[in-house]
């Protein structure tokens, strides 16, 4: 494995068990991503995107297969990958959830580990037009706004890898542009992985990833 590679994922699958059936959402999954890189992922609603990404994040164990991480095999148990994931790799949920005791501030900066995150909060949060809201608990917020938050938590620590779950979905057209051009400026020397549903939001990606029933389509 070259130096420039941050993720590589070996045939990963997952199995939900739902009463007595069981869902195949992943299914022989092996993508590498590498430094630098921004890449797309898409495929139908249920297709297993956000399966894929919490396989990469370490959030779930692979039913099968393993996913490396700057050469590190993850845990087998998200609370043993908690740090790892905490160090290098920035996560949006589909959902965005923020704690509702905390304001927009204290939720971005709720996993910080350095002293340089608050800083580079408030750079982003101008960035994204979040600048007056930093003071503002979750409810008080919009939609957009939430995601917007969610956001800024995940790039407090400058990770490695960002991976994003529709990080523009609730958003207008022209916020949605705004939010990708700061992920992409904030991963040049990292990578992302967007999951969405809009096209648009993919203008200058690496590559598309296309997944179609758990399986990644050859493209
Ligand atoms: N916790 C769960 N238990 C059982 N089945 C699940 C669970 N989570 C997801 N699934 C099933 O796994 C499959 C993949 O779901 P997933 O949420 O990964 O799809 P998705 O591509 O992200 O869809 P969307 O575009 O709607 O967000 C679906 O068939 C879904 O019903
Ligand atoms: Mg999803």
């Given at each position: 494995m070259?130096?420039?590679?941050?993720?590589?994922?070996?045939?990963?699958?997952?199995?939900?068990?739902?009463?007595?059936?069981?869902?195949?959402?992943?299914?022989?999954?092996?993508?590498?991503?590498?430094?630098g890189e921004f890449v797309g992922?898409?495929?139908p609603s249920g297709s297993g995107k956000s399966s894929l990404l919490f396989l990469l994040a370490g959030l779930r164990?692979?039913?099968?297969?393993?996913?490396?991480?700057?050469?590190?095999?993850?845990?087998?148990?998200?609370?043993?990958?908690?740090?790892?994931?905490?160090r290098h790799i920035g996560f949006l949920f589909q959902e965005p959830f923020l704690v509702p005791y905390l304001d927009v501030r204290e939720n971005a900066l709720s996993h910080?580990?350095?002293?340089?995150?608050?800083?580079?909060?408030?750079?982003?949060?101008?960035?994204?037009?979040?600048g007056t809201m930093l003071s503002e608990r979750p409810h008080r917020l919009s939609?957009?706004?939430?995601?917007?938050?969610?956001?800024?938590?995940?790039?407090?620590?400058?990770?490695?890898?960002?991976?994003a779950d529709e990080p523009t979905?609730?958003?207008?057209?022209?916020?949605?542009?705004?939010?990708?051009?700061?992920?992409?400026?904030?991963t040049r020397d990292a990578a992302l992985l967007v999951v969405t549903h809009d096209p648009d939001m993919l203008d200058?990606?690496?590559r598309i990833l296309f997944l179609r029933d758990g399986k990644l389509q050859k493209a």
């Open positions: 070259t130096d420039d590679v941050l993720l590589h994922a070996h045939e990963l699958s997952l199995e939900y068990l739902d009463g007595s059936r069981r869902v195949r959402a992943v299914d022989e999954v092996s993508l590498t991503i590498r430094r992922l898409v495929g164990a692979p039913t099968s297969g393993h996913v490396e991480l700057l050469g590190t095999v993850l845990p087998q148990k998200a609370d043993l990958s908690a740090a790892l994931r905490r910080a580990l350095d002293a340089e995150a608050e800083a580079r909060l408030l750079t982003l949060a101008e960035a994204i037009g979040m939609g957009g706004e939430r995601q917007r938050a969610s956001l800024l938590r995940a790039l407090a620590n400058a990770p490695e890898l960002v991976l979905a609730n958003l207008d057209h022209i916020t949605g542009r705004s939010v990708m051009a700061l992920l992409r400026e904030q200058g990606a690496d």
